[in-house]
């Protein structure tokens, strides 16, 4: 029997394209999957059914991570979620820094998948760093902010740790570079974390407290006044660094009044008004 070899290779061809197509929407499904579920829980708006749902959420992530490894969207994803469970939920420290360290780690991986030269000098002096990072463009924001917000995250949870504390000058460089890029990403989110990183430490210690007051200024008025927990932030790492009753007290009462619903801020809000409670009670023993 004769074999049509013109045929047979046009066939193969077929086969290999189709698979491909196959791929790619099932790439694109679970990333729009992925988005979805994100979003959901952003949307959340009662903190325990957060609280006890979300880790099946973050197991089914892992899942799809585990399945498709090389998606950045998918990467990205479970960095938002497992920080945003770690800052928001987990009490226990440890606990905490191994859900940070997840986070930043799915981050990272995104990063090095869609920025190769910027993941190459990660670790490599501040200089060179900082050149890399001067080539991102608009095309990159998504995953630069991602892996931004991952790295303050694990910074955040390891405050005591010196080599945590020695990588601030590149957070902050590559969060300034996200703000130069589009200031209104994920509604001033990068204004947001430039002020707590400004805020951590007193002047005399090298912090640089009204700059991160300008940030934090910037960030209201990025997110439209909608994002209660940059309030919340704004109390409790500026106005109680500088010992500002007065604002400290003000902001979080605004938080309290504020109507919590808002698109993918609904849980963060939710969250902001319980600690925004938590703080003006202690806010009586701090001043």
């Not at 099932?26 to 729009?32: C, F, H, I, K």
């Not at 991602?146 to 000058?169: E, H, M, S, Y």
């Not at 430039?194 to 210690?205: D, E, Q, T």
């Not at 003000?250 to 801020?265: F, G, Q, S, Y």
């Amino acid at each position: 029997m004769s074999i049509d070899f013109k045929h047979f290779r046009f066939a193969l061809l077929l086969g290999a394209c189709l698979a491909a197509a196959c791929g790619s929407v099932m790439r694109r499904a679970t990333t729009q999957f992925s988005d979805n579920l994100t979003g959901a829980i952003l949307n959340q708006d009662d903190i325990e059914t957060a609280r006890d749902g979300v880790p099946a959420y973050l197991l089914l992530i892992d899942g799809l991570i585990e399945g498709d490894p090389l998606n950045p969207d998918i990467l990205l994803a479970g960095a938002k979620l497992y920080g945003a469970y770690a800052g928001g939920f987990v009490d226990d420290s440890e606990r905490a820094q191994k859900m940070a360290g997840r986070a930043y780690g799915y981050a990272r991986r995104a990063l090095c998948l869609r920025e190769k030269p910027l993941c190459g000098v990660l670790d490599a002096p501040y200089d060179k760093f900082d050149a890399a990072l001067q080539q991102a463009d608009a095309k990159d924001i998504a995953t630069l902010y991602g892996f931004a917000a991952g790295w303050a995250g694990k910074i955040q949870v390891n405050a005591g740790d010196w080599n945590a504390i020695a990588d601030l000058p590149k957070l902050q460089a590559l969060l300034t570079r996200c703000h130069a890029i589009d200031p209104r990403y994920d509604d001033g989110g990068a204004a947001l974390y430039l002020g707590v990183v400004n805020s951590i430490r007193p002047a005399s210690l090298g912090g640089k407290p009204e700059e991160g007051r300008k940030w934090f200024e910037q960030a209201l008025e990025l997110s439209g006044g909608k994002n209660q927990m940059v309030r919340v932030l704004y109390a409790q790492f500026y106005a109680r660094l500088v010992f500002d009753q007065a604002l400290h007290d003000k902001l979080l009462n605004e938080v309290l009044a504020a109507d919590p619903a808002a698109p993918r801020l609904t849980l963060i809000n939710t969250l902001a008004k319980k600690k925004a409670k938590a703080l003006l009670a202690s806010g009586k023993d701090f001043f």
